[in-house]
């Protein structure tokens, strides 16, 4: 998947399952894989009949779409290529040449009916929205004591664990997920303008958001994930979308203090003693 | 000995429609008045819930993750 898993508190074998976890995650849904079902899906268009795994991803994808009233969509593959990540990260440079039109979200070009999927009008689906969340939380099942997995920063634990923030804060994740969405990381330039992967999926460009870095706390790695990017796109209006769900988030922008909002503040804060 | 029959016939008759009949207590297995199961599957599926934080403990430079 492009990125560092961690596991904690696991025994050999349940290293090793953890491990065939995310291959077979990878295998499945890499936008890079020639053999990838991902790929075979977005070349196909549809009618076709898709795993059971890839069928529960795009439940998963569009159930993220409709709760975050389409913020974090499925169906931007052709959007994020256009912006020139059309490839493996690590071989994605800058390029005096522009971006590509722009590919706004399509998310009415997907039917699913159980594990027959159709894709219309040349949609292109990334489930990276959902995926690497997806596999922490399925990953944490494979350990039977208490311990964490964390994938590129994206965690969930059973148990306590102190979690080192973007900008060189902490926090205790008591339980569930805690997830960092932001453009810090993955970023490249097209004709000298910045281009990053989280996409808006009104315009189809990379979101011209405030935020480098959000993260969130969520009953799940895959809610935290989730809810991270909808408030990474949502910009000014993200730190009371959260609140207004009684989401924990923490909002870094360039050269300013962390913004936190009041459900993280709440959590993380002193409280006053009660008058006696 | 006939109309004894008779009256006890009638007798059970009468129970057995007011057992039906009278509406003073449940004639069904009671049920709980809960929601059904899959309204509640569903109510829970799309809420965004969260985790729980609480101040670090460790030294930022000595966290056991990173995000």
């Keep these: 998947m492009g990125c560092e898993v961690v596991v904690a508190g696991a025994t050999g074998d349940e290293l090793s399952r953890v491990r065939r976890l995310f291959e077979e995650r990878d295998r499945v849904f890499s936008r890079f894989r020639a053999d990838s079902e991902l790929r075979r899906v977005n070349a196909t268009g549809g009618p076709m009949v898709v795993s059971a795994l890839f069928a529960r991803a795009l439940e998963q994808g569009l159930w993220a779409s409709e709760i975050t009233g389409g913020l974090v969509d499925p169906t ?4 994020i290529e256009a912006a020139g990540y059309d490839r493996d990260f690590a071989a994605v440079a800058s390029s005096p040449e522009p971006a590509g039109p722009a590919q706004p979200a399509r998310p009415e070009a997907v039917s699913l009916l159980g594990r027959v999927l159709l894709l219309r009008g040349g949609v292109k689906l990334d489930l ?8 922490v939380d399925d990953g944490l099942q494979l350990l039977a004591g208490p311990g964490f997995v964390s994938a590129g920063g994206d965690l969930a634990t059973r148990g306590e664990v102190d979690v080192a923030l973007p900008g060189g804060a902490a926090v205790r994740l008591v339980s ?12 490249w330039l097209r004709a000298g303008y910045g281009q990053h992967h989280l996409i808006d999926p009104a315009t189809g460009r990379p979101s011209t958001t405030p935020w480098e870095e959000v993260t969130v706390c969520g009953a799940s790695c895959l809610v935290a994930d989730v809810a991270a990017k909808a408030a990474f ?8 979308w959260l609140d207004e769900r009684g989401l ?17 503040r709440a959590s993380v804060e002193p409280r006053e003693p009660a008058c006696t | 000995m006939v109309l004894a029959a008779v009256a006890a016939l009638t007798f059970t008759a009468s129970a057995a429609l007011a057992k039906v009949a009278f509406p003073g207590h449940s004639k069904r297995p009671i049920r709980a008045l809960t929601p059904p199961a899959r309204f509640l599957e569903t109510v829970r599926r799309d809420e965004l819930q969260s985790g729980v934080l609480a101040p670090a403990q460790a030294d930022p430079a000595t966290a056991t993750a990173q995000t």
């Design chain 1, 128 to 135: 990276n929205g959902v995926v690497k969340a997806a596999a």
């Design chain 1, 248 to 264: 924990p988030g923490r909002f870094v922008a360039a050269g300013r203090r962390p913004h936190l909002n009041l459900s993280w």
């Design chain 1, 176 to 187: 569930g997920g805690l997830a960092t969405s932001g453009r810090t990381k993955r970023r």
């Design chain 1, 76 to 79: 931007l593959g052709a959007a």
């Design chain 1, 233 to 240: 796109l949502l910009g000014d209006d993200g730190p009371s």
